[in-house]
Nanobody, 124 residues
């Protein structure tokens, strides 16, 4: 069992930056891959970024590549998402997730545990 708690979401102007955090507990952080997803009103939950168990390998959705950076601190059991050059279309609830079975998971179905989400709103 893994418990996840996201934080850091808030209202920000377009062009601004935010850093989301996700605290994990229940299992050793280095034993699982992690990722960020987001869900806008009326839309499906979509992949944003993923990171391997060690943190060496990362992968991004095309829509955020070059603007967002995923990272993790296994000593602190914490996952991060640094979001720069934010756009109104980045407005969504952001979720962190844990994958037990893969070193890097890109699909929603590859994740086993989810947080409750944190709201990010980008005003134009």
């Amino acid at each position: 069992q893994v418990q996840l708690v996201e934080s850091g979401g808030e209202l920000v102007q377009a062009g601004g930056s935010l850093r989301l955090s996700c605290g994990a507990s229940g299992r050793t952080s280095s034993s699982y891959a992690m990722g960020w997803f987001r869900q806008a009103p009326g839309k499906e939950r979509e992949f944003v970024a993923a990171i391997s168990r060690s943190g060496v390998v990362t992968y991004y959705a095309d829509s955020v590549k070059g603007r967002f950076t995923i990272s993790r601190d296994n000593a602190k059991n914490t996952l991060y998402l640094q979001m720069n050059s934010l756009k109104p279309e980045d407005t969504a609830v952001y979720y962190c997730a844990v994958s037990l079975g893969a070193d890097l998971a890109l699909a929603r179905g590859g994740y086993d545990y989810w947080g409750q989400g944190t709201q990010v709103t980008v005003s134009s």
